[in-house]
């Protein structure tokens, strides 16, 4: 069993957290974000610190997902979170046009994927980087962007993450001469 939960978030300096009986909202630099705290977990703060109390035992689970919740919260608006997505392929092309992808992936028309609100996109040659304060929507569009041409086993060619590893396929073998 993992105790995740029992470990204290600690609050940098410039971060102001407001916890409420439904909701905990958090401040800082980079915006604020906002959770619904779960009735079976009590957030406590202290000092320049926030610690998580289950009600019962059967609640320990939701501990952990609490804490994480409010620690990937207090890193987002602090730091930001980003993921870089490489485009493999011949001819394939993304553009930046204001808040609009604009991509070219093989097929007999542009792609274009609008970028939701609260997130920032650079692109740099054939590297997408996605960034935001949001984890959990920082992924999802990284996702979402990815999901438009994977990369297929043969030749590599499609949107994949930077750090990923593509297993290649070999091809036919057919018959050894």
């Given at each position: 069993?993992?105790?995740?939960?029992?470990?204290?978030?600690?609050?940098?300096?410039?971060?102001?957290?407001?916890?409420?009986?439904d909701?905990?909202?958090?401040?800082?630099?980079?915006?604020?974000?906002?959770?619904?705290?779960?009735?079976?977990?009590?957030v406590?703060q202290?000092n320049?610190?926030?610690?998580?109390?289950?009600?019962?035992?059967?609640?320990?689970?939701?501990q952990?997902?609490?804490?994480?919740?409010?620690?990937?919260?207090?890193?987002?608006?602090?730091?930001?979170?980003?993921?870089?997505?490489?485009?493999?392929?011949?001819?394939?092309r993304?553009?930046?046009?204001?808040?609009?992808?604009?991509?070219?992936?093989?097929?007999?028309h542009?792609v274009?994927?609008?970028?939701?609100?609260?997130?920032?996109?650079?692109?740099?040659?054939?590297?997408?980087?996605?960034?935001?304060?949001?984890?959990?929507?920082?992924?999802?569009?990284a996702a979402?962007?990815?999901?438009?041409?994977k990369?297929e086993?043969?030749?590599?060619?499609?949107?994949?993450?930077?750090?990923?590893?593509?297993?290649r396929?070999?091809?036919?073998?057919?018959?050894?001469?």
């Amino acid at each position: 069993m993992s105790r995740i939960g029992k470990q204290p978030v600690k609050i940098p300096s410039g971060v102001t957290v407001d916890v409420k009986d439904d909701a905990i909202t958090v401040n800082g630099s980079k915006g604020s974000l906002t959770q619904f705290t779960m009735p079976q977990v009590k957030v406590v703060q202290e000092n320049d610190e926030l610690v998580f109390q289950p009600n019962d035992d059967e609640a320990r689970s939701k501990q952990g997902l609490m804490r994480t919740l409010v620690q990937n919260m207090v890193t987002g608006v602090s730091e930001g979170f980003e993921k870089k997505l490489e485009v493999n392929g011949v001819g394939f092309r993304v553009n930046l046009a204001g808040q609009d992808l604009k991509m070219y992936l093989g097929y007999s028309h542009e792609v274009v994927y609008k970028i939701p609100e609260g997130i920032n996109v650079k692109v740099e040659q054939n590297i997408i980087t996605v960034s935001g304060i949001s984890r959990q929507q920082v992924g999802q569009v990284a996702a979402e962007i990815r999901s438009l041409k994977k990369p297929e086993p043969y030749k590599g060619k499609g949107i994949k993450y930077v750090d990923e590893r593509i297993i290649r396929k070999s091809g036919k073998s057919g018959k050894e001469k």
